[in-house]
């Protein structure tokens, strides 16, 4: 029996997550990619708690004109901002079950252009 498409994303996002832990010292990226939007999240897995947000729906980023691709590059760009406004230098990327392609990869370049390291 063939897997439907968000059963596939899920068994590759459990599997990811047994790999990708976020700590105090290293937190985890986040990336959730709908078909409009693309949101991220900076977490600390050991607390439960998100400490940097954002996505392509904040204000300063939606007014922005451009492709999908470009969009995911300016969150990546802001969350990366945001992160070291937070102290938060290494990451460790949790691509949640999309693969490294496309806007995913946009936005990890993005965050990576800005000054996170990961």
Request: glycine fraction near 8%.
């Amino acid at each position: 029996m063939a897997l439907s498409k968000t059963q596939r994303r899920q068994r590759i996002k459990r599997r990811i997550r047994k790999i990708s832990f976020g700590t105090e010292a290293r937190p985890r990226l986040s990336v959730y990619r709908s078909n409009k939007e693309i949101y991220a999240q900076i977490v600390d897995d050991n607390k439960g708690v998100t400490l940097v947000a954002a996505s392509s729906r904040d204000k300063d980023i939606s007014a922005e004109k451009g492709t999908k691709t470009e969009i995911a590059n300016l969150v990546g760009k802001s969350i990366a901002a945001k992160a070291q406004k937070a102290g938060i230098e290494a990451i460790a990327f949790d691509r949640g079950g999309s693969l490294y392609h496309g806007r995913v990869k946009s936005l990890a370049e993005g965050a990576r252009e800005a000054g996170l390291k990961f």
